[in-house]
Every structure is written in C-alpha cells, then in structure tokens.
C-alpha cells in the first residue's frame, strides 16, 4: 500500500505508556488498535476490585485494582482516590517511561473534515516533540508546523521557545461541560474542527481535562497528581482541573509550556447530567476561590524541580485554601503524600540504580498483566 | 433568493467607518462590492498628493491627501508618518464612527473551506459586539460562538466576559512575515483555515497587523496610534506592532478584550523581502528591548481613560526606551501630539455639544468626498 495507517515504527514505542482508568471491559480499544496496539498499557481499575475487566486480545498492558494500589503503596494509597477517574494518576505514579498518554473508555477514534481517522497519539507526540511558546502569542498558532511559522513582529530572541511539557487534546460530539451547562443545554455537540494547536500563555489558567491528555513524565509527572475525588470526598470531576492549575503554575514557574488544540478524540456519551451536579456542587462555588488562589501564587526561586514547587504549592493550599473549607487541609496532605510516593517509585537515577536490588522487592508493583 | 449574500440591513452601516490607506487606485474594491458597499470609507492617500486616486463607483467615501493632513492637523501633523501605511491612523483621528474597519488595498475576499465568499466585516462586527474572555483560557475558543459554550471548569463568575475593543483578523495566501521569513520561505503561503476566534489572555503581548483590523473607537481609539515610520524616520512596518502594543498593555489596565483569529482576507502579493529587511532591520533588533518594556509596564490607576493611559505610556517610552535611541524620544512626544490631536478633534461630548459651532470651523477637516 502507498499510504500505511500506521507507521512503520511507531513514534515514542518503547518511551510512553498509555493509561486508562475504568470500571468495565475495554472494548473501546477495538476501534484505536491501529494506533495503540503497540504501545504498552496501564490499566487503572476503579471500584470493586473483584470485577474482571477484559482486554481485548494483542494488546500489552498492565492493571491494577485497589487491592494492588493498597498493595503497592502501603498507608501511602490514601492519596489515590477511590471511586472516581482521578484514580488514572496511580498509573502515572508506577510508570516508567518518559511519556504518558492518559485517555477515557468512552473515547473513541474521531475523524478529520476530510473523513480520515485521526490518530490522536502521534499527534500528540507531535506537540510534546516540538517547543512550545509562552512569552509571546503567535496570531498564525504553533509555528512550528508544517506551513506555519513566527509571524512578523515576533522576537527572535524567543523563537526557540520552550520544552512542551503537557499536549491537551479536544472532543468533537459530547464537549466537556459542567452539569449546569449540561442541564441548559442537552443537546448541544461540539462538530467545530478547529485546526489548531496553540501554546496557552505563561500566566494564564485553563480548565484542563483529563479525558485525551499526553504529557512528559519525566518534565512534569509529578505535577499531574488528580486530588482526592469520589468515594469519601466531598467533590468529583475536579480531579483534572486540579492537577491542570497546578501543573500550569508550575510550568510557568519552570519554563516549560502547554500546547491545547489538536488532536481531537470522539466523546461518545454525556455523563449524567444529575449526577454531576451532585459531584460538582462544591467546587463550582469553591473554584471562585481557587483561581484567585492560583493566579496570585508566586512559587519561591529556590524551587528548581517539580517536587520542590509541588510541596511549596501544596503548603499554600493548606495555608491559604485552609479556611474555604477542612477538605483542602486533607488535600494539603495528600499532595505530600503523592510526592512522597512519587519519590519512592521513582528515585532519581544514580540513586535508583545503585538502591536497584533492594527497591525491587520493595517497591516494583507487580500487577495482572498479560 | 433563499440566501441572499449580504445581510437586508447591515450591521453598523451607521456605526463604522472603513479606513484605507493607499497610495494607488482602489480597484480591489470592486470584489468588496457586495460587503462594503453600504459603508462610508476613510481613505488616507500616502505620498504624492498631486495624485489622483480613483475610486471606484457607488462607494461612499471621503479622501485625505498630506495637503489635507497638514490643513486638519496643522502642526500637530507632525505625528502622522508619511509614505507610510502608519498614516492611515489619520483615518482613525477624524471619522467620528464608533467604530472602524481598516484593510489594506492588497487584500482580497477569502473563500472558507466550503467555498463561500467570507465577509470578513460581518465576522469582525460580530467578534466586537460579544465579550472577550480575558481572565481564563477556554479550550473550546470563542464561547459566544454558535455552538460553543464554556467548559466544565471555567469560573462562572467569570462567564460575562469583558467588552471587546479590538478583532484582529487573519490572512491566507501570503503570510504576515517578517523580511528575514520572507527571504528564508519565499513559497510560504498560509492555506490552513483554523475556524476559531479566541481572546489573547490579559498580560500576554501579540503581534497586531494592520492589514485587516478592526476596533472599537469608543473603547480604545486613542491607544491606535501608528507611530513614526517611513519618511525621515529610522524604521518602517512596526507601526501596527507599535500599535498593538500599546493598545494591549492599555486594554489588560482597563479590562478590555482583544480577539484574534477569524476573518480570513486573501493576501495577494507579498512585499519586496529587501526593501522590507532596510525597514525592518532596526525594529528587529529594538524590539529585544521594547517587548520586555511592555511587558513590565504597570499603568497606575489613576489612568482610567485611554488618553490617560496613554500619555502615561509615552512618559515611560522616553525614560525607558530613550536610552536605546534618540528615536524613542522623538516618539514619547509624537505621541502626546497625537493625543492632543486626538482631544482637538474629538472633545468628550458635552463639551463637543456646547462648542461646537467653534469648533466646527476651526477643526472640521473638509476632505475631497465624493
């Protein structure tokens, strides 16, 4: 054939997990095997761990129910949520690869204005391999694709632009919208194929969403931790928001950039709007105080890595979201726990490799895989 | 006819004056017909004012040479570049429109990907009378648009929006590049049509061309001052960037929006890349300096008008940027002139009411009009 679905080499094989969280049996993935058949899975299986969630045959992965994230974690597993899809970010914790493509069960492959299915990965992987561009707005978006550059009145000193720390991919269909959004407007559809991508600027705030998200582990990862959501907690479906704001002040702080835009995923099914209500009712008058919060924090510039800025970050949650409500306290302590635990399966390099015999038996989770 | 092209009544014909600035005959008006017709133009003629510009039939129009410069402004005229399309912000000192469309004569109509003839002043009318949403990103772009919304995450309190006092528009065929582009990527033509209009996040710089731009005067028409450029001056083709600038550091002080993306304009013909590097070449070095200006410029708030503003703004060009040249020095007070300009021609509107039999024979510029 002239024109192959998938490349010869996929892109990225052997340095990106993909990881899904869910409560069923994966045949969403029947539809994306051209595309992630070769990669390597983590499957994170929220709710009742005696459920046997099937994978369809060919593909490589691994899972892990709450009996193994208790299991791998010990007291620390109080900092991964129960019941809720912020659950996914145990598999960022336990991967070890340098990118991470984190996706929902119930996306599905969309198609470009011209029919042709879009393989979201590679372009993700496209945004996370090229830099991004904070310190100035492109009018022609991200210069650096084909048939685009810096328009005229761009400084050159900052045409280089910045590593990409985080790619956020679009829905077509059912758009990502809050339960009263959802409630005013039931049959609204997102058919609009804007193409672009575009780096969201240095200072600026966005809603992310966790549904069609990649991001470089190795930049960021310990940012991308999704809260403490669900089963117990008192809110849900802030999980991404959460790890977005602080994953953005942290990139700005850092000098790494945000790209938003392509690829698009085909978001079959609106959530029930009641039931989200139900889930979002605190933190739609709780984010009120949280951007604010998050616009005006100024991370010190001892804070050079990720886990730095992140307990910084998190002693101003307790200290300055404290009194909006106990649950930041807790969720104060559980961004220390996250990094604690992050540290602990990841340790730095030289460290690792000379701790290497003894961690394993320690620490190296050892889930279902296939 | 089911779909007649342009709208029965069009939006704002009494509201918006279109500004050319032109140094030939405006035949490329003939493909406008069918979506400019109705408005009144502006059209600032540069250089040679024994010229005669032809102008083609039924277009209502008022015609400024540098003779009439010179007459309106005395000598104040002094702060209006000449041979060079900076001039056309004469256009902008004397319409008395609340609003004004400018397009250079190399521009054409753009066809969207379906086909159809894009009426780029209905698109820029429409990105003016919706709010801008500079306070937060939203990753679904314009949400006033049709079929968008806000996304799940997005402040509600933040949900109104701001008023919107700039559209810059975008452009295919020839890019917007600056000379060292254009010598590099010679066959560069810009065929991606990105159907998005987003804001420019307060605090974030763009590069603003002034090749299909549109705004609202009330709002910010003191702060679209073009600068020195051209004639007698060291640079040429950073009068729109000059512009923008200063026109976006004033709306994040003031908490004005700015929107950039639709309507295309077919761009014909690209400028000469040598003659464009002699006119560029000091801006592009100068600007490694002016960027980080406005970037730490913080307007006081007792500037709560755009004159304010502004003459604040010129005070911090001469301190901070004189000493990168004399030049800068030279434009601190040009723009005061300007400002002063500015006020002679356009008095707040009681004082206007009580002075104007005064004023009209004194100042009302008499243009040649058809």
Known sequence: MAHPITPLSPPLKDELDIVIPTIRNLDFLEMWRPFLQPYHLIIVQDGDPAKVIKVPDGFDYELYNRNDVNRVLGPKASCISFKDSACRCFGFLVSKK??????????????????????????????????????????????????????????????????????????????DYDAPTQLVKPRERNTRYV???????KGTLFPMCGMNLAFDRELIGPAMYFGLMGDGQPIGRYDDMWAGWCAKVICDHLNLGVKTGLPYIWHSKASNPFVNLKKEYKGIYWQEEIIPFFQSIVLSKECTTVQECYVELSKNVKEKLGSVDPYFQKLGDAMVTWIEAW????????????AEPKSVKKEEPSPKSK
Chains 1, 2 share one sequence.
């Not at 393989?119 to 830099?131: D, E, G, M, S, V």
């Not at 193409?195 to 600027?201: E, G």
Request: hydrophobic residues 40%.
């Open 98 to 175: 340098k990118y991470i493509f984190t996706i929902d069960d119930d996306c599905f492959v969309a198609k470009d204005p011209s029919g042709k299915e879009i393989n979201a990965l590679a372009q993700h992987i496209q945004n996370l391999l090229t830099p991004s561009t904070p310190l100035f707005f492109n009018t022609l978006y991200d210069p650096y694709r084909e048939g685009a550059d810096f328009v005229r009145g761009y400084p050159f000193s900052l045409r280089e632009g910045v590593s990409t720390a985080i790619s956020h991919g679009l829905w077509l269909n059912i758009p």
């Open 343 to 354: 540290e602990e399966l990841n340790p730095p390099k030289e460290a690792s490799a000379a």
């Open 195 to 201: 193409d672009a991508v575009m780096t969201i600027p």
